[in-house]
Structure formats: C-alpha cells, structure tokens
C-alpha cells in the first residue's frame, strides 16, 4: 500500500484551482492502477479554494468534518459511507470541509492525530494507493499525515520571490522533521518561459533539484475543472496529461526502487 501527500503553494488566489488539480489528476494516473479498479483513493485534508468535490463534478456523500464526529469509533463502513466515487476513474474521495481547512475545528489538535492514525490505517488496509491532499502549513495533523507518507508531493511556481522563498521554507521545515530528501519531490506547475525567474533560481534557494517541471497549460486545467473530468482522462495527450502521467511514473520508479 502506498501513501502519498501532496502539498501545493501559490501566491494569487486564481491559480489555487490549477495547482490543486496536480494532485487530482496525479491520483488518477494508470501508474497507480487501472481506471475502474477502485483501488485509489484521494483525502482532501485542504477544502478551500478549489475543492476536490467541484473539481470531479461530485456530489459528496459526506465530508472529512462529519467523518470527524466518529472519532474514537472510525471502522470501514462508516469510512466507506463517507466516500464519493468518480464515474469516470473510480476514484475514491473523501471530500474535504469547505467551511475551511484541516477537520473544520470539530477536534482538539491531539484528536484530530488519533482520529488521522486510525483513517489512515483503516484505508490503508483498503487501497492500493492513497493521497492525501494536505494546506502547505505544518501543525500536528499536517506533521503527521508528511510523517506517515512515502512520497511528499510539493507542488508550487516560480512566479515571484515570495512564492520561491515559501516553498524553500516549507522544504527546511520537512527536513527538519527527519525526512528522508529523497521522499520529497518538489515539482514546479505552469512553467514558461517569460517568467522572470526560473527554475533554477528556485533550485537555488532550495538547494535542491527540481523534480519535474509542469508546462504552463492551463487552458486544459481549467477545461478539466469545469467539466468535472480530469485531464489526464479527458485530454490525455495534451502538455498537461503527459506531465502529471510524467510525474506518475517518477514515483512508480521511486516505489520499484524501493521494493528492490
């Protein structure tokens, strides 16, 4: 079973959706199983700006705070009622709280761990693969969830200093957590040519390496979004598609590497 977080950063509220849909998309790539074999399935720990909900054209079933109520007594039923499924991948979502991030505050910081140690281990004993779609800000429900991950998925842009400088600092604050490096895959989205800093300013700052770069496409993100069906499912040969499955396999490679 394969857990993976994936943790994306902007800087102007109209970009949010697009960096958001890396992380959908991703989820829904056949690197990880076939479409329609159920064995996926995405947690949207985030909510705001771009919920994962609107993004599949879905209706939720229910939702990560009314999960929430059940802390202490979670099983795989109540989970499994509490899921969405999305006809075209057979995606499984457990929708995030759109009154705003994390479990809406229905839980005390320790609570929300315990109520996040036992949906992990129930879903991991159910899926194949799980994401988890999580705020770039590091509290104990965040720390835990980078913590009980194999791969972190660090999404962001290089579309000024401050974004750059935000993403390094997040970066730092991982490592500071004992993280393996090698677990954490900073991948830029809407890269083009006439920003005016690059990827290797952002490499910089970082000390690290980049690993992938998304082309600026966001003509086929939006269209995503708005009809509900990913691109990789609906444009799955445009610049966009062929990145995220490019991103799929970097991490399928990385999980081979490991079993070996």
Request: aromatic content about 6%.
């Amino acid at each position: 079973m394969t857990f993976l977080a994936a943790s994306p950063l902007w800087m102007r509220l109209s970009e949010k959706s697009c960096c958001r849909s890396v992380g959908v998309n991703c989820a829904q790539t056949p690197s990880w199983a076939p479409v329609g074999s159920g064995q996926v399935a995405l947690v949207d720990c985030y909510g705001q700006y771009g919920n994962i909900p609107l993004m599949l054209d879905l209706q939720p079933h229910g939702d990560i705070e009314e999960l929430a109520s059940f802390a202490g007594e979670l099983d795989a039923n109540v989970i499994e009622k509490n899921l969405t499924t999305h006809a075209d991948s057979s995606l499984r979502v457990l929708a995030g709280t759109p009154a705003g991030g994390g479990l809406g505050g229905r839980l005390s910081p320790e609570e929300e761990v315990a109520f996040l140690a036992d949906l992990i281990g129930i879903m991991r004993r159910h899926y194949r693969f799980l994401f988890f779609d999580v705020p770039p800000l590091l509290g104990q429900a965040s720390d835990y969830i980078f913590s009980r991950s194999q791969y972190i998925v660090l999404v962001t842009a290089v579309v000024d200093l401050s974004t750059i400088r935000d993403t390094a600092t997040l970066y730092r604050q991982l490592l500071d957590m004992h993280l393996s490096p090698e677990r954490i895959k900073v991948v830029v989205n809407r890269v083009a040519r006439n920003w005016a800093l690059t990827v290797e300013d952002l490499e910089q700052t970082l000390e690290a390496k980049v690993a992938l770069q998304l082309p600026d496409d966001q003509a086929t993100a939006l269209a995503g979004i708005n009809e509900g069906v990913p691109a990789v499912i609906s444009r799955a040969g445009s610049p966009l598609a062929r990145g995220i499955h490019e991103l799929g396999q970097l991490l399928e490679r990385a999980l081979a590497a490991e079993r070996h």
